[in-house]
């Protein structure tokens, strides 16, 4: 009859109010006391005071260790349920009501980028609270923007794949013309020189190997970026056609998950082959055994700086206007779109002399620069741009300092010598044939320097010349 009784009680007695704890809505579990005569079940008031250390009805403050067991409570609580046979168990919160408070997730805070019930408002003071409807189109904009950044960044390293596998192709091409190169100077001197070659083309052979390998490993990783980044893609897509709650609840997760750590891919630095070191001064390398053949060059040109508008030969020694765009790849070390080439080695110490050829071209500029020059913009050519140099312009000959120093010149001359003292801090300038001065510019130059050749785009070709060779044995 009792157990009828129980069963027949309405839903909600005084008795069960007086006994329920106003945090979690359930039956007092172990109920404490606060000074302000209110109480709570233990577990409720602990979490309550990660907020703020006051009581959750009138706010009234308290301190740690102030709060005493409430056993009368505690023991009505217990005969309650044994009598009722109700168990806080049936009323455990669903994933949409706040945990805190039993109330529904309806607010979304800013700061703090999470659901809240209407009860956690005095827990989010001076937060913005907004409803679901108007907190879920931010965060699936917020999300949209990885989104946005992510499909950017697919295109560019689909970009940068085409990039690197051209360049594939064009190291191909750089070691065949140089494999041309060396076999035709091998061939003549085949009979004293078989085991050289074979060092040479092995050692081109190597370089080739290795700069291609590393192109592909890059290709590779670009890959595996396209595909984790498509796959992340998805990933926030996928999450932000979900309800507006589970959005929210997952949404600090999503925003840990859709951030990019990996290395940005770029154009690798020395990429290409070092062609002075294969073709530049072959003959001089050898010239112990074939001093009568030997074609010694003090300079030679690098072909991975030339802008895509000047033409090498396979020997490095002439540049001259191409006839239509080279398709060259983008590195960091070539000039565009001034109209440069630099040669192939640098120097920080030492004396250094070289002669062009100019002959009768209109227009040319040479001299030294240093290695940082700008390579990818137009600049005025200049000593305070990191151009030690003198050029031929609408007739005049001039030192291209920031004054524009014009020169006298007699004769024109065909033939242009440059003399670099790096110790000195002196680069001169001389008419190669008569060898009168022209003009030396002075400075402390404070890194590697190169010879840099501008033949403009005209038909006359800019021609090292040879260079003397003296032999001194003991």
Same mark, same amino acid.
Request: hydrophobic share 35%.
């Given at each position: 009859m009792?157990?009828?009784?129980?069963?027949?009680?309405?839903?909600?007695?005084?008795?069960?109010?007086?006994?329920?704890?106003?945090?979690?809505?359930?039956?007092?579990?172990?109920?404490?006391?606060?000074?302000?005569?209110?109480?709570?079940?233990?577990?409720?008031?602990?979490?309550?005071?990660?907020?703020?250390?006051?009581?959750?009805?009138?706010?009234?403050?308290f301190e740690?260790?102030?709060?005493?067991?409430?056993? $009368?409570?505690?023991?009505?609580?217990?005969?309650?349920?044994?009598?009722?046979?109700?168990?806080?168990?049936?009323?455990?919160?669903?994933?949409?009501?706040?945990?805190?408070?039993?109330?529904?997730?309806?607010?979304?805070?800013?700061?703090d980028?999470?659901?809240?019930?209407?009860?956690?408002?005095?827990?989010?003071d001076?937060?913005?609270?907004?409803?679901?409807?108007?907190?879920?189109?931010?965060?699936?904009?917020?999300?949209?923007?990885?989104?946005?950044?992510?499909?950017?960044?697919?295109?560019?390293y689909?970009?940068?794949?085409?990039?690197?596998?051209k *360049?594939?192709?064009?190291i191909?091409?750089?070691?065949?013309?140089?494999?041309?190169?060396?076999?035709?100077?091998?061939?003549?001197?085949?009979? %004293?020189?078989n085991?050289?070659e074979?060092?040479?083309?092995?050692?081109?052979?190597?370089?080739?190997?290795?700069?291609?390998?590393?192109?592909?490993?890059?290709?590779r990783?670009?890959?595996?970026?396209?595909?984790?980044?498509?796959?992340?893609?998805?990933?926030?897509?996928?999450?932000?056609?979900?309800?507006?709650?589970?959005?929210?609840?997952?949404?600090?997760?999503?925003?840990?998950?859709?951030?990019?750590?990996?290395?940005?891919?770029?154009?690798?630095?020395?990429?290409?082959l070092?062609?002075?070191?294969?073709?530049?001064?072959?003959?001089?390398?050898?010239?112990?055994?074939?001093?009568?053949?030997?074609?010694?060059?003090?300079?030679?040109?690098n072909?991975?700086?030339? *802008?895509?508008?000047?033409?090498?030969?396979?020997d490095?020694?002439?540049?001259?206007?191409?006839?239509?765009?080279?398709a060259?790849?983008?590195?960091?070390?070539?000039f565009?779109?001034?109209?440069?080439?630099?040669? $192939?080695?640098g120097?920080?110490?030492?004396?250094?002399?070289?002669?062009?050829?100019?002959?009768?071209?209109?227009?040319w500029?040479?001299?030294?620069?240093?290695?940082?020059?700008?390579?990818?913009?137009?600049?005025?050519?200049?000593?305070?741009?990191?151009?030690?140099?003198?050029g031929?312009?609408?007739?005049?000959?001039?030192?291209?300092?920031p004054?524009?120093?014009?020169?006298?010149?007699?004769?024109?001359?065909?033939?242009?010598?440059?003399?670099?003292? %790096?110790?000195?801090g002196?680069?001169?300038?001389?008419?190669?044939e008569?060898?009168?001065?022209?003009i030396?510019?002075?400075?402390?130059?404070?890194?590697? %320097?190169?010879?840099?050749?501008?033949?403009?785009?005209h038909?006359?070709?800019?021609?090292?010349?040879?260079?003397?060779?003296?032999v001194?044995?003991?």
């Amino acid at each position: 009859m009792a157990d009828d009784m129980d069963e027949d009680m309405p839903e909600e007695t005084p008795l069960r109010q007086d006994l329920t704890c106003p945090v979690c809505q359930s039956i007092y579990r172990d109920p404490v006391l606060l000074p302000c005569s209110h109480s709570f079940c233990r577990d409720c008031i602990h979490q309550s005071v990660r907020f703020s250390r006051t009581c959750p009805v009138c706010r009234g403050r308290f301190e740690e260790g102030q709060e005493v067991s409430n056993r $009368a409570l505690s023991d009505a609580s217990e005969t309650f349920l044994k009598q009722s046979a109700w168990r806080s168990s049936s009323k455990r919160p669903s994933e949409d009501t706040c945990r805190l408070h039993l109330k529904p997730l309806e607010l979304y805070c800013e700061k703090d980028e999470e659901p809240v019930c209407v009860d956690c408002v005095s827990m989010h003071d001076f937060h913005r609270l907004l409803p679901l409807r108007d907190g879920a189109p931010k965060c699936k904009k917020e999300l949209g923007f990885k989104v946005n950044i992510f499909e950017k960044k697919v295109e560019s390293y689909k970009k940068l794949r085409s990039d690197l596998n051209k *360049t594939v192709e064009y190291i191909k091409s750089q070691a065949h013309q140089a494999e041309k190169q060396i076999k035709s100077e091998f061939d003549r001197l085949r009979e %004293m020189l078989n085991k050289e070659e074979m060092m040479r083309l092995n050692a081109l052979a190597a370089e080739e190997e290795k700069k291609i390998t590393t192109i592909h490993e890059l290709v590779r990783e670009t890959e595996d970026d396209i595909v984790a980044l498509k796959q992340l893609i998805v990933t926030l897509k996928k999450e932000m056609g979900n309800e507006d709650l589970p959005l929210i609840k997952n949404f600090k997760n999503l925003k840990r998950k859709a951030q990019w750590t990996q290395v940005n891919r770029c154009f690798p630095d020395d990429c290409l082959l070092d062609m002075g070191q294969h073709v530049g001064s072959l003959s001089f390398k050898i010239w112990k055994n074939m001093q009568a053949q030997v074609r010694y060059y003090p300079v030679m040109l690098n072909p991975n700086t030339a *802008t895509p508008w000047l033409s090498l030969s396979p020997d490095l020694t002439h540049v001259q206007e191409s006839p239509e765009l080279l398709a060259v790849p983008e590195n960091l070390e070539r000039f565009d779109p001034c109209l440069f080439v630099l040669g $192939a080695e640098g120097y920080t110490s030492g004396r250094h002399k070289w002669d062009v050829i100019v002959g009768d071209s209109p227009k040319w500029i040479l001299g030294v620069c240093k290695e940082s020059v700008a390579r990818k913009k137009k600049f005025t050519v200049s000593t305070n741009r990191g151009v030690w140099s003198i050029g031929l312009s609408k007739g005049v000959y001039t030192a291209l300092t920031p004054e524009r120093t014009e020169l006298q010149v007699e004769q024109r001359p065909e033939k242009i010598r440059i003399k670099l003292n %790096m110790d000195k801090g002196e680069v001169s300038f001389w008419d190669g044939e008569s060898a009168k001065h022209f003009i030396t510019l002075k400075h402390e130059f404070g890194e590697k %320097m190169f010879p840099i050749f501008g033949p403009g785009l005209h038909s006359t070709p800019m021609i090292l010349t040879q260079g003397k060779i003296a032999v001194h044995t003991s």
